[in-house]
């Protein structure tokens, strides 16, 4: 989403309606395979990626996500799992607190398995007992360290070992994250609102200079009260903090000064100045 708003007051007054929107949380919805073994939730201010595998196979079973292939070994195997990544969009972020699923084995399937996140990059989760075929479902929890004010991509991978047969499968159910979609999250710098900072930012800043700072969405400028060298300070320190970050070394060269900036403005305010009173 890029919004061109260079000189607008009226577009940028539009935005600073829009960034100071109310706030509000829904909660992070689970993936319950009613249909098929590729449906996912649909929300607003949340893309969920479907179950994939990686170095496993498809495994028929109706409304579950089921896969063969595991290993026979005793240990995990990292280049093996099923994966989900739950991606937050622009303007919204996540607070994740665990993660609960269930799972079943056949009867020659991985007799361990476990679930890790990357938020630490797949060092740590939970590790458990699959249940036999002849039992239910049975439901795992991962309390995991929460996550908060996510505005990357988390993943969460499932892995399973210990297969008494190279047939074995091991199905999910039921995957259900437990935490928030945040909205209206605001960042250091982002003055227009648009989940990124860079030049468009930079031009919402001089456009204003001098004028209150409630232009700007809440919490994105230095709370001084006026658009003034301390919310350049803001924006320059966050340039490139985004969804899509543009930080290039050369747009890093040229990012602008505030010195030359303040003598436009000044100068700007000399003309309309004179002209108003001429
Ligand atoms: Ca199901
Ligand atoms: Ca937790
Ligand atoms: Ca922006
Ligand atoms: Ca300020």
């Not at 026979?72 to 303007?91: H, I, K, M, N, R």
């Not at 036999?132 to 991509?153: K, M, Q, S």
Request: proline share 5%; hydrophobic share 35%.
């Amino acid at each position: 989403m890029k919004r061109n708003l260079a000189t607008s007051a009226t577009a940028i007054a539009a935005l600073v309606l829009v960034g100071t929107a109310v706030s509000h949380a829904t909660p992070i919805l689970p993936y319950e395979f009613t249909s098929t073994h590729t449906e996912v939730p649909t929300q607003t201010g949340l893309t969920y990626s479907a179950l994939t595998r990686t170095n496993l196979s498809f495994s028929t079973s109706p409304g579950t996500f089921n896969s063969g292939g595991w290993n026979l070994a005793s240990e995990v195997d990292t280049t093996e799992y099923v994966e989900f990544t739950l991606t937050p969009e622009t303007g919204y972020e996540l607070n994740l607190t665990q993660i609960s699923f269930d799972s079943q084995r056949s009867n020659t399937g991985p007799v361990f398995g476990e679930v890790r996140y990357s938020v630490d990059g797949y060092a740590s989760g939970l590790t458990y007992t699959t249940t036999p075929l002849t039992e239910a479902l049975g439901n795992n929890i991962w309390d995991f360290p929460d996550v908060y004010n996510a505005t990357t991509p988390v993943t969460f991978r499932f892995y399973g070992y210990g297969a008494t047969g190279s047939l074995g499968t091991l199905k999910f159910d039921n995957v259900a994250v437990t935490g928030e979609v945040l909205e209206g999250a605001q960042i250091a710098g982002d003055f227009n609102g648009d989940g990124k900072v860079n030049l468009a930012d930079y031009t919402v800043w001089r456009d204003n200079l001098g004028g209150p700072e409630s232009v700007f969405p809440d919490g994105t400028g230095d709370s001084s009260g006026l658009v003034d060298t301390g919310d350049y300070n803001t924006w320059k320190t966050s340039f490139g903090t985004g969804s899509e970050a543009m930080l290039s070394t050369t747009q890093a060269a040229n990012v602008p000064e505030p010195a030359t900036v303040v003598l436009l403005a000044t100068f700007g305010l000399l003309v309309a100045a004179r002209y108003r009173f001429r």
